[in-house]
């Protein structure tokens, strides 16, 4: 099956919750398969009850994790040699789900928030669509870069339909620091791709706006990033975004993230 060619990369980039669930799915499931292997030699196993197989599972389990009680033990040949096999399988799998984890804790990975809407709205006189971001993280992204594309269904002279990108120029597409906030900003100017363009023309392509953020994470000394995609119904026209910087006495500033995501329409 083509998922086991990357099995690796798709555990390390699954959620916790979802690796958890297979990691305890899987030593059920091996546990289960040696109780089976354990039951074709009854008496196999000292102190086993007759038929449970609830105490061949249990002692898989011993075996497995390499606990050993003391009142479950192999007695035969058979025995002693599927507990081989499975001391084996277990050390290896050990070292196999360790190396996993910690790979999946040491990852870098970078907590941006995206506005869940972008706008479009003047700025310095230019009509320009706008999107905000802001770093969930007490620690800084150094040279922090923005790549912004947008995707739409296009028609070519020949009447072929394809979905094609543009590059959309930002006034400001990197920044030494990103600590805080960051409004990302293209003017709609005559070569920009969405020249003339309305909500309808949007909807109409199945546009969407891609953005791509890359930085280095000074704390962890690696290179980290974020995505995110807007849909044509998410950009909001003649609006602008509510403002979220607090300023303090004492020359400190927050971001008030209770109306990050908000919202204003222009006033006539």
């Known amino acids: 099956m083509s998922w086991l060619h990357d099995v690796y990369h798709?555990?390390?980039?699954?959620?916790?919750?979802?690796?958890?669930?297979l990691l305890a799915l899987a030593f059920g499931g091996a546990n289960i398969l040696f109780a089976l292997a354990y039951r074709l030699d009854p008496g196999g196993i000292e102190n086993a009850?007759?038929?449970?197989?609830?105490?061949?599972?249990?002692?898989?389990?011993?075996?497995?994790?390499?606990?050993?009680?003391?009142?479950?033990a192999p007695q035969t040949l058979y025995t002693n040699a599927l507990v081989t096999v499975e001391v084996f399988f277990g050390l290896l799998g050990l070292a196999m789900v360790t190396g996993l984890t910690f790979a999946k804790?040491?990852?870098?990975?970078?907590?941006?928030v995206f506005s869940r809407q972008a706008v479009v709205a003047p700025y310095d006189g230019v009509p320009s669509l706008m999107f905000r971001m802001a770093?969930?993280?007490?620690?800084?992204?150094?040279?922090?870069?923005?790549?912004?594309?947008?995707?739409?269904?296009?028609?070519?002279r020949e009447g072929e339909a394809m979905r094609r990108f543009h590059d959309l120029r930002l006034l400001r597409p990197q920044t030494a620091l990103f600590t805080l906030s960051w409004t990302a900003i293209h003017p709609i100017t005559d070569g920009s791709p969405l020249a003339g363009a309305?909500?309808?023309?949007?909807?109409?392509?199945?546009?969407?706006?891609?953005v791509s953020l890359i930085g280095f994470d000074?704390?962890?000394?690696?290179?980290?990033?974020?995505?995110?995609?807007?849909?044509?119904?998410?950009?909001?026209?003649?609006?602008?975004?509510?403002?979220?910087?607090?300023?303090?006495?004492?020359?400190?500033?927050?971001?008030?993230?209770?109306?990050?995501?908000?919202?204003?329409?222009?006033?006539?």
């Open 10 to 21: 798709r555990l390390v980039s699954a959620s916790w919750a979802r690796l958890l669930s």
């Open 49 to 72: 009850r007759p038929g449970s197989f609830a105490d061949l599972f249990f002692f898989s389990v011993q075996t497995m994790a390499t606990i050993g009680y003391g009142k479950l």
């Open 105 to 112: 804790f040491s990852r870098p990975t970078a907590r941006v």
């Open 135 to 156: 770093n969930a993280r007490g620690n800084n992204i150094v040279e922090a870069q923005l790549h912004v594309v947008l995707a739409r269904e296009e028609t070519t």
């Open 198 to 210: 309305t909500p309808e023309d949007l909807e109409a392509a199945q546009a969407e706006i891609v």
């Open 218 to 268: 000074e704390t962890f000394s690696q290179t980290v990033h974020a995505r995110y995609r807007y849909a044509a119904g998410d950009v909001a026209w003649n609006a602008r975004f509510a403002g979220i910087i607090q300023y303090f006495p004492d020359g400190r500033r927050e971001i008030d993230y209770a109306r990050f995501h908000d919202v204003v329409p222009l006033r006539e």
